[in-house]
């Protein structure tokens, strides 16, 4: 019954920001670390960013790592996704999962369905 649902996505320019949200059900939000992964149409998918269970570690791939801010609310049973300086190579399709460990992608499966972020050339 877990339930993962991304909202925020839209068009934006370059150089433009968006705040991505990922709202949990269905288990224990505060007991999973968490991440993001996006995928390009045609493309295979890119892990992002991973967060711990109460944010203490965080990480960054090294093509959004200082312009995206990962982030969450357990409170809400939600998880964010700052992005800022946005450019063309971020446009994707970006989802949410379940991680094991903060330091390696989570599963191949188990992914919300997505919110498409579409960046202006």
């Known amino acids: 019954e877990a339930q993962l649902v991304e909202s925020g996505g839209g068009l934006v320019q370059v150089g433009g920001s968006l705040r991505l949200s990922c709202t949990a059900s269905?288990?224990?939000?505060?007991?999973?670390?968490m991440s993001w992964v996006r995928q390009a149409p045609g493309k295979g998918p890119e892990w992002i960013s991973s967060i711990s269970t109460g944010g203490d570690t965080i990480y960054y791939a090294d093509s959004v790592k200082g312009r995206f801010t990962i982030s969450r609310d357990n409170d809400k049973s939600t998880m964010y996704l700052q992005m800022d300086k946005l450019g063309p190579e971020d446009t994707a399709l970006y989802h949410c999962?379940?991680?094991?460990?903060?330091?390696?992608?989570?599963?191949?499966?188990?992914w919300g369905p997505g919110t498409q972020v579409t960046v202006s050339s």
């Open positions: 269905g288990f224990t939000f505060r007991r999973f670390n």
């Open positions: 999962a379940k991680a094991v460990r903060v330091d390696l992608p989570p599963r191949s499966d188990g």
